[in-house]
């Protein structure tokens, strides 16, 4: 830090052109990442919350509300009508909540002490981080020949120390649904507490079933289900940071509480202390913007430009790794490696990301992404090929 005060002109210009490094969404060539950009309300209405704290909720009591209105607009959206939960920071927290919350029932009510969690291969990397931090054995089931979790190999894979499953409705790398409803017959039947990371499809999938696309359900009408992630920031079009995560029921909130004595409420559940309010403002915010109409006209439009990435990249020639089942999909070139690939893209200004299992390039189709884009990309990738 510098000695003396430098003038607020003299700043901002020194960001603006530090900021012109970043990618911006409205270009159209981040094709790799599950973020988009907030909508412009959403940002507003963020602005408007920044010096809300609800770490505190008594001295936020308004806030709080909004947080909880929003906790009970997605339980609705997944099939709980009470639920309870919170707007976090993303995903990762959220699972990491999740796993916390099973870890504890699982100690308190089993006597489990050295418990161990049952992901797939295409779990997100966020449970690696829950089982580092928890203390808990991660044991991987399979995937079937379809990159979903294997129904047989989940359950050779389950023990007396098994505290949670985690399935997931859109995975990180493909965009697929695991075969949720199969694995909560079998969490429900051995007791397990079942946790679905819906990060990224729980914010399109209701909506696109709601005007017709065939979709495995994954919510809470499935009596297994315990605690669902789901992403605002996501399709969602909140700003960053916004992650939920909704339970069934409160004591799994109850089983995490620790005591909070100097603040308004007697414990705390969260992980983060000091919790922004703005995120739970801005989601109350653009939830009834778009209503389940405005999402669902979003959802299908991001569908449709998947189809037409998907046949556009056919005619070229390029190999599917399978048949799309949300706004993603991953592909190969027959003779280029895709990391090579994915190079080549870079240097053309693409910015896309590289599957592990299977090796494949990503691309997800968020909001941002036009069909003008897509013109473009298919353009050049017709030149690679």
Request: proline fraction near 3%; charge should be negative.
């Amino acid at each position: 830090m510098q000695d003396e005060p430098i003038d607020r002109e003299v700043i901002l210009k020194e960001l603006e052109e530090i900021h012109k490094l970043d990618y911006d969404y409205a270009d159209g060539r981040i094709l790799g990442s599950m973020c988009t950009e907030a909508h412009p309300f959403a940002k507003e209405v963020y602005c408007k919350f920044l010096d809300t704290n609800l770490g505190d909720p008594g001295l936020f009591k308004g806030t709080k509300h909004i947080e909880e209105e929003v906790v009970k607009s997605i339980g609705n959206l997944l099939s709980l009508d009470n639920a309870y939960g919170n707007i976090v920071t993303g995903g990762t927290e959220a699972n990491i909540m999740a796993i916390r919350a099973a870890r504890n029932h699982a100690r308190k009510y089993k006597g489990i002490v050295d418990g161990e969690i049952i992901i797939s291969e295409a779990a997100h990397f966020s449970f690696k981080k829950a089982a580092d931090m928890l203390n808990l054995r991660i044991v991987e089931a399979k995937l079937d020949d379809d990159y979903k979790m294997d129904v047989e190999s989940l359950k050779d894979s389950i023990s007396d120390k098994t505290v949670a499953i985690v399935a997931i409705a859109g995975t990180t790398e493909l965009g697929l649904i695991d075969p949720i409803d199969e694995i909560s017959k079998i969490a429900h039947e051995n007791n397990i507490y079942f946790h679905v990371d819906a990060a990224f499809g729980g914010f399109s999938i209701p909506f696109l079933k709601e005007i017709g696309f065939d979709l495995p359900v994954f919510d809470f009408s499935l009596e297994g289900v315990c605690s669902i992630t789901v992403d605002p920031h996501k399709m969602g079009l909140a700003p960053i940071p916004a992650g939920g995560i909704i339970f069934r029921k409160e004591e799994y909130l109850q089983v995490m509480a620790v005591d909070s004595p100097y603040l308004t409420v007697k414990t705390q559940s969260t992980i983060v202390g000091t919790r922004l309010g703005a995120a739970s403002a801005a989601t109350y915010a653009i939830l009834k913007y778009f209503g389940k109409q405005g999402y669902a006209k979003m959802a299908k439009e991001m569908m449709n430009n998947t189809r037409y990435l998907k046949e556009g990249l056919e005619d070229i020639g390029y190999e599917l790794v399978r048949e799309p089942e949300l706004n993603l999909l991953a592909f190969n070139h027959p003779k280029i490696e895709a990391h090579e690939l994915a190079e080549k893209l870079d240097e053309l200004g693409w910015k896309v990301s590289v599957a592990k299992c299977p090796v494949a390039i990503r691309i997800v189709l968020m909001n941002h992404i036009k069909k003008s884009h897509l013109k473009e990309l298919l353009e050049d990738l017709k030149e690679i090929y």
